[in-house]
């Protein structure tokens, strides 16, 4: 039977990861083996950069979290596994959908996004939104057409008035 200390560590760790589900956007669960470790640096390095990160639990403790919130992922935790933590919701995903393009040994299995599962299909459409920056511009270039529109329609009204006196 195990001891009382590991039975306290094995509950800490199932809260962390519980917090962790809980706060954050976007959760991708993916398999890693084959990596290297520059590999994992490289994408921790990453996600940093947009206020992410990456753990490695076991399964059974993951699959215990899971079960206390009520998600199912059942058939999603065979092997070995990483769980990305997003605070943010498209950031990560992209980012990690892109390293899984350029690193065929990274395998996404699922995601929880807002604390819904979320299927392959779900991410790799996530995957495809235009970042926040990207949105904007396409904004202001909509809305700079009717700006222009409006100067060139301004200025031949005023031509043709300038005709008329």
């Known amino acids: ?27 991708i669960i993916f398999q890693y083996q084959g990596l290297t470790v520059a590999d994992l640096k490289e994408l921790r390095t990453k996600l940093k950069e947009v206020e992410s990160e990456v753990k490695i639990y076991k399964n ?22 990483a769980v990305c933590f997003g605070k943010t919701l498209l950031e ?7 390293y899984a ?19 392959l299909a779900t991410i790799k459409e996530y995957a495809e939104i235009p970042s926040r920056e990207g949105l904007l511009t ?15 329609s301004l200025n031949l009204y005023s031509e043709q008035k300038e005709g008329k006196e």
Request: aromatic share 2%.
């Open 1 to 27: 039977m195990a001891s009382e200390k590991i039975l306290a560590t094995k509950k800490q760790t199932v809260d962390e990861i519980i917090a962790n589900l809980k706060n954050s956007e976007s959760v």
């Open 60 to 81: 059974t403790l993951l699959k215990r979290a899971a079960d206390e919130l009520k998600i199912n992922l059942d058939d999603f935790l065979e092997g070995p596994n």
């Open 92 to 98: 990560p995903i992209k980012i990690v959908s892109e």
């Open 101 to 119: 393009k350029t690193h065929d040994k990274l395998d996404i299995r699922v995601g929880i996004i807002s604390g819904d599962v979320a299927d």
């Open 138 to 152: 396409m904004l202001a270039g909509g809305m700079m057409q009717y700006v222009k529109d409006l100067a060139i």
